[in-house]
């Protein structure tokens, strides 16, 4: 379950056509080290890393949201 959503949440990130390709390296060389910490919590504490992993992927929608909202308000509006 905890890889799916590291999955689930490295796609997102690699599909997000607007974040900067620096930022998308950046988040996902972090991801990678966090698969890791993640599995070796998960052989003990299943629970408490299957809640990592949720908050890891709320965040990466949010950073994404929040990415998309900024270009949004960037845009002239146009009267007529």
């Known amino acids: 379950m905890t890889d799916e959503r590291i999955e689930k949440t490295k796609s997102a990130i690699e599909s997000a056509g607007n974040i900067p390709a620096d ?3 950046e988040l ?3 991801l990678s080290k966090l698969k890791p910490a993640i599995a070796k ?3 003990t504490h299943h ?3 299957r809640s990592i992993a ?3 992927e709320a965040s990466a929608k949010l950073m994404i949201r929040a ?3 900024r270009e949004l308000n960037s845009f002239p509006l146009r009267r007529s």
Do not use: F, G, I, N
């Open 47 to 49: 629970e408490d890393a």
């Open 28 to 30: 996902l060389d972090l």
């Open 67 to 69: 990415q998309t909202k």
């Open 41 to 43: 919590v998960s052989q």
């Open 54 to 56: 949720r908050l890891v």
């Open 23 to 25: 930022r998308k390296a």
